[in-house]
């Protein structure tokens, strides 16, 4: 494979970060995350405050070559005209199918694409994919070799290990060798889920297997990093790494990638719970039919840290179309607004946001 193929669009997202900022610092993407990285969330991130990189959901790569279940999929990699293009994130256990699914993203126009190599979900595991091929390193390296056979960048995500984070020394090398050109290491392992914190004393000596094994591969650390403020700082303690992915931290904070983090009111989250709304429909007018009750999972991102926040959401939580969600928003907002406008409500990061998650959840 020409190194030319392999790093041209990873170059240019260096290059352009490196210009915006007239300084070195890391690129900033969004993980990929199943039934919420669609064009749809995508969209609202990007007018909250955009990442440098975006990735679709996971999508299999069977379902995408199988002449029957490709439509099944093609939702997941449903990419808007105004839209940044993402990067494509797939899974399988078969080579061929690995290398048919990226012959159809680059006739999509996808420019890059992410081999899902650490997905902890036990129905992936069973189908030999996903963290799993941690535990089979021969297979993982005839994927990746297969996929490289294509005309995209191959980067790959995956975890620490299967059983211990430890395993890393062992399984690393394996993926490194091939020179993909973007690892992005979520820093668990699979066993750990996301229970146990993330396991930053690894970096620099991950960092120090990518300078000796392949120099030229970017490293992108994932885990526990919830804002661009603290991607930064974590990049200042560990030179060397290329790029930082926020996943979870999204769902507390829409503005997570702000490079000066501000204050946002109510009125502004509520902008993009509408805007979300406006998405939904027009999504599933162009024909890609999405499921209203995933929309629900959205509402606490926009919808917390203030007076009524939780009847609020219940209320919606009980709708069954956004024309239902915008109906009760437009009776119950000037309500709400009136109820914050003494303590000069802050939409995120205060005490009141956390007690009132805290009793969300019980």
């Not at 955009?50 to 995408?64: C, G, K």
């Not at 290329?242 to 902008?271: C, K, V, W």
């Not at 979300?276 to 926009?302: C, N, P, W």
Request: overall charge negative; proline content about 4%.
């Amino acid at each position: 494979m020409s190194e030319l193929k392999q790093n041209t669009f990873w170059d240019e997202v260096v290059e352009k970060v490196q210009a915006n900022h007239k300084t070195t610092q890391p690129f900033f993407s969004m993980a990929p995350m199943e039934a919420v990285t669609d064009t749809i969330f995508r969209r609202v991130v990007a007018k909250a405050s955009a990442p440098d990189i975006y990735y679709t959901e996971f999508t299999n790569a069977s379902s995408m070559v199988h002449p029957k279940a490709r439509f099944s999929v093609q939702g997941r990699l449903a990419v808007a005209k105004e839209e940044e293009q993402p990067v494509a994130q797939i899974w399988g256990s078969r080579p061929n199918e690995i290398a048919g699914a990226i012959k159809i993203l680059s006739e999509m126009g996808y420019r890059a694409v992410d081999i899902n190599m650490g997905c902890p979900d036990g129905t992936v595991i069973k189908n030999s994919s996903g963290s799993d091929l941690i535990r089979h390193p021969e297979l993982a390296e005839e994927i990746i070799i297969a996929a490289q056979t294509g005309n995209l960048p191959v980067s790959v995500k995956t975890r620490l290990g299967f059983y211990k984070p430890e395993e890393f020394r062992e399984w690393l090398p394996i993926v490194l060798r091939h020179n993909v050109a973007v690892l992005t290491v979520h820093l668990r392992s699979r066993k750990e889920m996301s229970k146990a914190p993330a396991h930053y004393e690894f970096i620099d000596e991950i960092l120090a297997m990518r300078d000796e094994i392949a120099p030229n591969t970017l490293i992108q650390i994932n885990g526990d990093i919830k804002t661009r403020v603290e991607g930064l700082k974590l990049a200042q303690e560990h030179p060397g790494i290329d790029g930082i992915m926020i996943g979870r931290g999204i769902f507390e904070n829409p503005y997570a990638f702000e490079e000066q983090p501000n204050q946002h009111t109510l009125e502004e989250s509520i902008a993009l719970l509408k805007l979300q709304l406006d998405l939904f429909d027009e999504v599933s007018e162009d024909g890609t039919k999405k499921h209203f009750e995933a929309l629900k999972r959205y509402f606490k991102i926009y919808l917390r840290g203030f007076a009524h926040a939780s009847s609020l959401r219940q209320m919606l939580m009980d709708t069954h179309t956004t024309a239902e969600v915008r109906e009760i928003l437009t009776r119950e907002l000037t309500k709400v607004y009136a109820a914050v406008a003494d303590d000069k409500h802050i939409y995120r990061d205060n005490a009141i946001a956390s007690a009132d998650m805290a009793a969300s959840r019980k």
